[in-house]
């Protein structure tokens, strides 16, 4: 199976397809040691962040990870209930924003039961993920204050987070 990724650099974004293994979400395998430091996707096309130009194809592409700020995946497949996941922990909500090289990402991050809930917890995960779950997120450009989206989930490089900074509760 293949899912679809978009993945956010510093200049450019990258979509195409991912390939993942049956019952396995495509966080998991992003994070996942063995497959390396590479990101490997097919049918693959790559756009400027900054120019108004038409993609390029690039069919299959290797992308180092400490090189992704974000990724966006394609399709949110509903999960199956907790009692069937394999290694779920519950977690709590925190809002905030974090800075990702060119990108803010203001949403809610999931942080363990029992952490202290601050932004400080969101630098440093016990886990050791590369990734990081954001639901709820707003992409802001430094680059170009008119550029934005919102999504509703997004993976965010937890190595590549350059600050952070508590938003208030939604109501």
């Known amino acids: 199976m293949a ?10 974004i990258i979509r195409g397809e991912f390939r993942d293994e049956e019952g396995q979400r495509a966080i998991d395998l992003l994070n996942s040691a063995a497959s ?13 962040l900054h120019y108004q ?3 390029v194809r690039l069919h299959t592409v290797r992308v180092r990870r ?5 990724v966006v995946p394609g399709d ?39 952490e202290q809930p601050n932004v400080g917890t969101i630098e440093h995960d016990p886990t050791g993920r590369f990734f990081i779950p ?5 992409v802001r450009s430094q680059f170009n204050p008119k ?9 965010a490089n937890r190595g590549a987070i350059a600050y952070t900074a508590p938003l208030p509760a939604e109501k």
Request: aromatic share 12%; charged share 10%; hydrophobic share 50%.
């Open 3 to 12: 899912t679809t990724l978009e993945l956010y650099l510093e200049h450019q």
């Open 36 to 48: 390396g430091a590479i990101i490997a996707l097919t049918n693959a096309w790559t756009a400027s």
């Open 53 to 55: 130009a038409a993609p």
């Open 66 to 70: 400490p090189q992704v700020f974000l």
């Open 76 to 114: 949110n497949a509903p999960l199956p209930p907790r009692r069937f996941r394999t290694g779920f922990s519950e977690r709590q909500p925190l809002r905030a924003l974090v800075g990702l090289g060119p990108f803010t990402v203001a949403g809610t991050h999931y942080i363990g039961l029992h």
């Open 134 to 138: 954001i639901t709820d997120a707003v």
């Open 147 to 155: 550029w934005t989206f919102v999504v509703p989930l997004l993976f």
